[in-house]
Protein backbone atom coordinates (compact mmCIF):
# COMPACT_ATOMS: atom_id res chain seq x y z
CA UNK A 1 0.00 0.00 0.00
CA UNK A 2 2.44 2.78 1.09
CA UNK A 3 4.60 1.82 -2.59
CA UNK A 4 1.91 3.09 -4.31
CA UNK A 5 0.91 5.74 -2.10
CA UNK A 6 4.31 6.89 -2.48
CA UNK A 7 3.66 7.68 -6.33
CA UNK A 8 0.83 9.33 -6.15
CA UNK A 9 2.64 11.54 -3.69
CA UNK A 10 5.31 11.68 -6.77
CA UNK A 11 2.66 12.57 -9.34
CA UNK A 12 1.64 15.16 -7.16
CA UNK A 13 4.98 16.95 -6.96
CA UNK A 14 5.36 16.44 -10.81
CA UNK A 15 2.36 18.08 -11.84
CA UNK A 16 2.89 21.11 -9.30
CA UNK A 17 6.55 21.70 -10.96
CA UNK A 18 5.03 21.14 -14.46
CA UNK A 19 2.94 24.32 -13.79
CA UNK A 20 5.81 26.04 -11.87
CA UNK A 21 7.73 25.83 -15.52
CA UNK A 22 10.42 23.52 -13.85
CA UNK A 23 9.82 19.84 -15.54
CA UNK A 24 11.34 21.59 -18.68
CA UNK A 25 14.59 22.05 -16.80
CA UNK A 26 16.05 18.45 -16.54
CA UNK A 27 19.20 16.85 -17.69
CA UNK A 28 18.41 13.70 -19.58
CA UNK A 29 21.42 10.91 -19.03
CA UNK A 30 24.05 11.15 -21.72
CA UNK A 31 26.26 8.65 -23.45
CA UNK A 32 29.49 7.65 -22.00
CA UNK A 33 31.86 10.92 -22.58
CA UNK A 34 34.78 8.97 -21.90
CA UNK A 35 35.99 11.05 -19.94
CA UNK A 36 36.64 11.10 -15.84
CA UNK A 37 34.90 14.09 -13.70
CA UNK A 38 36.98 15.25 -10.29
CA UNK A 39 34.74 17.27 -8.07
CA UNK A 40 36.49 19.03 -5.82
CA UNK A 41 34.07 20.20 -2.74
CA UNK A 42 34.68 22.12 0.22
CA UNK A 43 36.12 19.72 3.30
CA UNK A 44 39.53 20.33 4.53
CA UNK A 45 41.08 17.06 3.47
CA UNK A 46 41.34 18.84 -0.22
CA UNK A 47 44.36 20.62 1.31
CA UNK A 48 46.12 17.10 1.75
CA UNK A 49 44.93 15.09 -1.21
CA UNK A 50 44.41 17.57 -4.37
CA UNK A 51 47.75 16.42 -5.28
CA UNK A 52 46.17 13.29 -6.47
CA UNK A 53 43.91 16.05 -9.15
CA UNK A 54 45.73 16.61 -12.67
CA UNK A 55 43.90 18.99 -13.86
CA UNK A 56 44.94 17.99 -17.82
CA UNK A 57 44.16 14.60 -17.31
CA UNK A 58 40.11 14.96 -15.61
CA UNK A 59 37.59 17.76 -16.09
CA UNK A 60 36.43 19.87 -13.06
CA UNK A 61 33.42 20.45 -10.89
CA UNK A 62 33.80 23.14 -8.14
CA UNK A 63 30.96 24.41 -5.67
CA UNK A 64 29.98 26.99 -3.47
CA UNK A 65 32.76 29.29 -2.60
CA UNK A 66 35.37 28.15 -4.86
CA UNK A 67 35.45 30.68 -6.92
CA UNK A 68 36.71 33.34 -4.95
CA UNK A 69 39.68 30.66 -3.69
CA UNK A 70 42.94 30.79 -5.47
CA UNK A 71 42.44 26.72 -6.25
CA UNK A 72 39.62 27.99 -8.97
CA UNK A 73 42.13 29.64 -10.87
CA UNK A 74 44.16 27.01 -10.42
CA UNK A 75 42.03 24.05 -11.68
CA UNK A 76 39.85 26.13 -14.02
CA UNK A 77 36.59 23.87 -13.42
CA UNK A 78 34.62 23.26 -16.77
CA UNK A 79 31.33 23.37 -13.87
CA UNK A 80 30.81 25.16 -10.71
CA UNK A 81 27.38 23.97 -8.84
CA UNK A 82 25.09 25.38 -6.06
CA UNK A 83 22.22 23.71 -4.54
CA UNK A 84 21.55 26.11 -1.51
CA UNK A 85 19.90 29.13 -2.06
CA UNK A 86 22.26 31.00 0.42
CA UNK A 87 24.24 31.79 -2.89
CA UNK A 88 21.65 33.55 -4.38
CA UNK A 89 21.33 35.90 -1.99
CA UNK A 90 22.06 39.55 -2.70
CA UNK A 91 25.07 40.25 -0.20
CA UNK A 92 29.13 40.83 -0.64
CA UNK A 93 30.34 37.52 -0.86
CA UNK A 94 27.54 36.31 -3.64
CA UNK A 95 28.34 39.59 -5.51
CA UNK A 96 32.07 38.46 -5.15
CA UNK A 97 31.19 34.88 -6.45
CA UNK A 98 28.93 36.17 -9.17
CA UNK A 99 32.03 38.76 -10.02
CA UNK A 100 34.46 35.79 -10.77
CA UNK A 101 31.84 33.36 -12.68
CA UNK A 102 31.77 36.50 -15.21
CA UNK A 103 35.32 36.52 -15.53
CA UNK A 104 35.18 32.69 -16.73
CA UNK A 105 31.65 33.16 -18.15
CA UNK A 106 32.35 31.21 -21.77
CA UNK A 107 34.13 28.35 -20.07
CA UNK A 108 32.32 27.63 -16.93
CA UNK A 109 28.79 25.89 -17.01
CA UNK A 110 26.91 26.48 -14.05
CA UNK A 111 24.24 24.03 -12.32
CA UNK A 112 21.19 24.75 -10.24
CA UNK A 113 18.46 23.05 -8.65
CA UNK A 114 15.32 23.39 -11.25
CA UNK A 115 13.46 25.08 -8.10
CA UNK A 116 15.49 28.28 -8.76
CA UNK A 117 14.68 28.60 -12.29
CA UNK A 118 13.09 31.87 -11.25
CA UNK A 119 16.65 33.25 -9.70
CA UNK A 120 17.28 36.14 -10.63
CA UNK A 121 20.97 37.02 -9.17
CA UNK A 122 22.94 35.29 -11.50
CA UNK A 123 22.48 36.89 -15.04
CA UNK A 124 21.06 34.02 -17.23
CA UNK A 125 22.11 35.95 -20.33
CA UNK A 126 25.58 36.12 -19.28
CA UNK A 127 26.54 33.20 -17.71
CA UNK A 128 25.77 29.39 -19.03
CA UNK A 129 23.22 28.45 -16.16
CA UNK A 130 21.83 25.21 -16.51
CA UNK A 131 18.69 23.82 -14.52
CA UNK A 132 18.88 19.99 -13.15
CA UNK A 133 15.67 19.52 -12.09
CA UNK A 134 14.79 18.04 -8.42
CA UNK A 135 11.72 17.34 -6.20
CA UNK A 136 12.49 19.23 -3.37
CA UNK A 137 8.44 18.18 -1.52
CA UNK A 138 9.82 15.07 -1.39
CA UNK A 139 12.40 15.21 -0.39
CA UNK A 140 11.40 13.33 3.36
CA UNK A 141 10.44 10.36 1.18
CA UNK A 142 12.22 7.51 0.19
CA UNK A 143 12.19 7.11 -4.26
CA UNK A 144 14.26 5.60 -6.42
CA UNK A 145 13.66 4.95 -10.22
CA UNK A 146 16.93 4.37 -12.21
CA UNK A 147 14.92 5.16 -15.25
CA UNK A 148 13.12 8.02 -14.03
CA UNK A 149 16.69 9.24 -12.52
CA UNK A 150 17.97 8.62 -16.11
CA UNK A 151 14.99 11.01 -17.84
CA UNK A 152 15.35 13.32 -14.33
CA UNK A 153 11.73 12.96 -13.71
CA UNK A 154 13.38 12.47 -10.20
CA UNK A 155 16.50 12.76 -8.43
CA UNK A 156 17.68 12.12 -4.85
CA UNK A 157 16.86 15.66 -3.18
CA UNK A 158 20.07 18.10 -3.24
CA UNK A 159 20.25 18.14 0.68
CA UNK A 160 23.75 18.90 0.15
CA UNK A 161 25.41 19.87 -2.73
CA UNK A 162 27.54 16.78 -3.17
CA UNK A 163 24.48 14.56 -3.83
CA UNK A 164 23.67 17.49 -6.74
CA UNK A 165 27.41 16.98 -7.91
CA UNK A 166 27.71 13.36 -8.31
CA UNK A 167 24.05 13.40 -9.85
CA UNK A 168 24.97 15.85 -12.23
CA UNK A 169 28.18 13.97 -12.60
CA UNK A 170 26.56 10.66 -14.06
CA UNK A 171 24.36 12.57 -16.18
CA UNK A 172 26.91 14.22 -18.06
CA UNK A 173 28.00 11.20 -19.32
CA UNK A 174 31.42 10.51 -16.96
CA UNK A 175 31.69 7.14 -15.94
CA UNK A 176 34.72 7.71 -13.70
CA UNK A 177 33.77 10.73 -11.16
CA UNK A 178 36.68 10.85 -8.56
CA UNK A 179 35.40 12.96 -5.55
CA UNK A 180 37.69 15.12 -3.33
CA UNK A 181 36.75 17.11 -0.20
CA UNK A 182 33.78 15.08 0.70
CA UNK A 183 34.47 14.73 4.76
CA UNK A 184 31.09 15.04 5.55
CA UNK A 185 31.97 14.73 9.03
CA UNK A 186 30.36 17.99 11.09
CA UNK A 187 28.91 16.22 13.67
CA UNK A 188 32.12 16.17 14.95
CA UNK A 189 32.50 20.32 14.66
CA UNK A 190 29.27 20.42 16.62
CA UNK A 191 29.12 21.88 20.25
CA UNK A 192 26.18 22.58 22.28
CA UNK A 193 26.88 25.53 24.77
CA UNK A 194 25.27 26.27 28.10
CA UNK A 195 22.40 28.10 26.82
CA UNK A 196 21.63 25.17 24.30
CA UNK A 197 22.62 26.84 21.23
CA UNK A 198 23.72 23.98 18.69
CA UNK A 199 27.35 25.60 17.51
CA UNK A 200 29.22 24.28 14.62
CA UNK A 201 32.55 25.01 13.44
CA UNK A 202 32.29 25.08 9.75
CA UNK A 203 35.47 24.03 8.32
CA UNK A 204 36.31 24.07 5.05
CA UNK A 205 39.59 24.29 2.71
CA UNK A 206 40.22 27.78 2.68
CA UNK A 207 39.23 28.64 6.22
CA UNK A 208 36.44 28.14 8.90
CA UNK A 209 33.77 30.33 10.87
CA UNK A 210 31.69 29.15 14.00
CA UNK A 211 28.36 29.22 12.96
CA UNK A 212 24.63 28.99 15.30
CA UNK A 213 23.09 26.54 13.43
CA UNK A 214 19.42 27.61 16.15
CA UNK A 215 19.97 31.25 14.44
CA UNK A 216 21.17 30.22 11.18
CA UNK A 217 18.86 27.51 10.36
CA UNK A 218 16.72 26.88 12.69
CA UNK A 219 18.30 23.93 13.65
CA UNK A 220 18.49 21.80 16.96
CA UNK A 221 19.98 18.75 17.39
CA UNK A 222 17.28 16.88 16.32
CA UNK A 223 16.84 18.30 12.72
CA UNK A 224 20.64 18.15 12.32
CA UNK A 225 20.54 14.37 12.74
CA UNK A 226 17.60 14.09 10.76
CA UNK A 227 19.94 16.07 7.98
CA UNK A 228 23.07 13.45 8.33
CA UNK A 229 20.74 10.82 7.72
CA UNK A 230 18.88 12.51 4.47
CA UNK A 231 22.38 12.81 3.18
CA UNK A 232 23.90 9.40 3.69
CA UNK A 233 20.27 8.03 2.23
CA UNK A 234 20.80 9.86 -0.37
CA UNK A 235 24.20 9.07 -1.17
CA UNK A 236 23.23 5.41 -1.02
CA UNK A 237 20.60 5.68 -3.51
CA UNK A 238 23.19 7.43 -5.58
CA UNK A 239 25.65 4.29 -5.45
CA UNK A 240 22.44 2.32 -6.64
CA UNK A 241 22.27 4.27 -10.02
CA UNK A 242 25.75 4.63 -9.99
CA UNK A 243 26.08 0.99 -10.11
CA UNK A 244 22.94 0.92 -12.52
CA UNK A 245 24.91 2.83 -15.20
CA UNK A 246 28.38 1.53 -14.46
CA UNK A 247 29.53 4.56 -13.10
CA UNK A 248 33.02 4.01 -10.79
CA UNK A 249 32.86 6.93 -7.87
CA UNK A 250 36.09 6.91 -5.60
CA UNK A 251 36.17 8.96 -3.07
CA UNK A 252 38.94 10.46 -2.02
CA UNK A 253 39.11 12.07 1.53
CA UNK A 254 41.83 10.48 3.68
CA UNK A 255 39.19 11.62 6.85
CA UNK A 256 35.04 11.00 5.61
CA UNK A 257 32.31 9.32 6.89
CA UNK A 258 30.86 8.46 3.48
CA UNK A 259 30.71 4.41 3.87
CA UNK A 260 29.26 3.51 0.44
CA UNK A 261 32.08 4.44 -2.47
CA UNK A 262 35.70 2.68 -2.58
CA UNK A 263 38.47 4.91 -0.80
CA UNK A 264 41.65 6.09 -3.07
CA UNK A 265 43.56 7.26 0.26
CA UNK A 266 44.28 3.88 2.15
CA UNK A 267 44.12 4.17 5.99
CA UNK A 268 47.61 3.96 7.25
CA UNK A 269 49.10 -0.10 8.07
CA UNK A 270 46.65 -1.33 5.31
Avoid at 210 to 218: F, P, Q, T, V
Amino acid sequence: MYEKLIWYIWLKYVIKSYFKGELKERLVLQPDNGKSLSIVVNGPSVNRTIKYLKPGETDVMMVNNAPLTPLYKELCPQYVCFSDSEFLEKNKRNFSIRTELMKTADKVTIFLPSYFNKQTFLPTDKLNIKYVFSLYGISRYDFYSHKLMEKNFLAPAYNNVVIMCLYVGIQLGYKKIYLYGADENFLKQITVDQRNRVMRECVHYYGSEMMCENKKHGSDMEIMTYMMYRIFNGLKRLKRYAAKEKVRIVNMSDDSWIDCFPRYVKEKGS
